[in-house]
Each structure stands twice: as C-alpha cells, then as structure tokens.
C-alpha cells in the first residue's frame, strides 16, 4: 500500500516520512538522513505497514536505525532492519517489546485508531510490535558516525526515562525524538517524570540548535525550540 506513508523531502540530504491514516496521538515523525558512508533512520513509526521498502537506501550502504525511545510510535518496525541502535537503558525490553512498555496495549483501543484499513478485516486489538533486539547499545556520549557527519548522543529524559536524542555538534543538526517537539508535550505517561523533563529542557535551553527535527510536529530552529523549553518549564515551576 503506497500510500500508507506520506514523505516530504526537507532538504538535499533529509527525508520526513509519517503515516497519515495512524490516530495522530501515535503518528510520528520518521526521519532518513543521507551520509557519506552510512545513512541514518530515525524511528521507526507504528509498523502497522512495512516501513524497509519506503526507505531509499543505495544498495550495499549500510542504513543505521535509531529508536530514540521504546515508545509504540516509534519502534514498530524496526524489527526490519539489521542495523539496529537504541537507550542501552531499556535494551533488554527491545528483545520482547512487551506491549506494557511500548504502551501498544493503549492503541488497541484507541478510537479511531486509523482513518483507512491497511488490509481488510484488520483490527487495532490485533496490533503487535515484533521483538527487536538492538545490535548496538546507546549512552549519553556515543557518537553515531555516518563518516562525513557524526551525531552525539544525549540522554534527554522526561518523556520517558530513555529518551535519547543525536546531535550534530559542528553543525547544529538536532534530531529530538520526543525529548522537545513543536506540539503538545506529553509527560503524564506512566514512565514519564516531570522534574527529570524540566533538567531536559534546561539543558536544551544552551544546545546550540541549528535546526531540530523532532518526534512529532514541524521542524524548529534554536530560537523556537528555546521557547518550546521556556513555556515548558514556566507550565511546570510549580514543581
């Protein structure tokens, strides 16, 4: 199904891709970046239909997969990739993906879950997340190198407890994940933790951000993610 995906070409070397008929509560942002020597996906939406095929990877290029978080909407299927990076923190939830922890139990009652059947006769109560060990682990520091560019690792918790995001430090490229975004911030999750949220957004505050592409919504530059923290941490001074 072709169409299940909507892709938007963001600049020479960027690709947004996102799944238009998911419950926008769970639709999030997939990002391709093209390196010189590696290409990078970030997340990996709800997998509801084959993601592998819409990447444009060259063939023999390695594609290295990123799940900034364990979260349903973000790890779907990333059990099609080989090359698969995540928060060493929940690594061992990777290998079940028990639907406790990918919150997937939540979609399957979620109304209006999708606006077009991906298949006849498919029901939300039958949404599963395959497991998805991950063949590289993540902690604040590493870097993931695509050989011109390389992106820092920062653990950025709040949203959930591993949350991860990849920085380019010499550019000022930021992809966020869920730790900021340009929409509702979502903190009243079971793992969420609002005082962990505010030291996130206080950091981000001195993140020289170029430009950031997060887990949801559009894209910023440093200046409106700047704002997005600030109202964050004005909402929540009472903590």
């Known amino acids: 199904m072709d169409d299940w995906f909507s892709k938007t070409q963001v600049d020479a070397d960027t690709t947004m891709l996102s799944e238009p008929f998911v419950h926008d509560f769970v639709r999030a942002n997939i990002w391709h970046f093209s390196g010189r020597d590696a290409d990078l996906l970030v997340d990996t939406g709800m997998g509801i239909q084959p993601l592998a095929p819409r990447i444009d990877t060259p063939d023999g290029k390695p594609l290295i997969v990123v799940a900034t978080h364990i979260h349903l909407d973000h790890v779907g299927s ?12 929940s690594a061992a939830a990777f290998e079940t993906m028990d639907p406790a922890v990918t919150y997937a139990y939540m979609f399957h009652d979620l109304e209006g879950a999708v606006s077009k059947l991906p298949e006849p006769g498919w029901k939300a109560a039958d949404y599963r997340i395959p497991p998805a060990p991950l063949t590289r682990t993540l902690d604040e520091g590493y870097v993931v190198d695509l050989g011109d560019r390389q992106f820092r690792v920062l653990h950025l918790p709040g ?9 380019d430090e010499t550019d000022g490229l930021f992809f966020a994940g869920d730790a900021i975004y340009d929409a509702m911030l979502i903190d009243d999750l079971p793992d969420s933790d609002r005082a962990a949220y505010r030291r996130t957004m206080q950091r981000l505050l001195d993140l020289p951000v170029r430009i950031g592409h997060g887990g949801h919504g559009p894209s910023f530059d440093g200046k409106r993610m700047r704002e997005l923290a600030s109202a964050y941490l004005r909402r929540t001074d009472d903590l």
């Open 159 to 167: 949203h959930s407890p591993d949350s991860i995001a990849l920085f």
């Open 78 to 89: 990333l059990h099609e990739f080989p090359l698969r990076a995540g928060p060493r923190m």
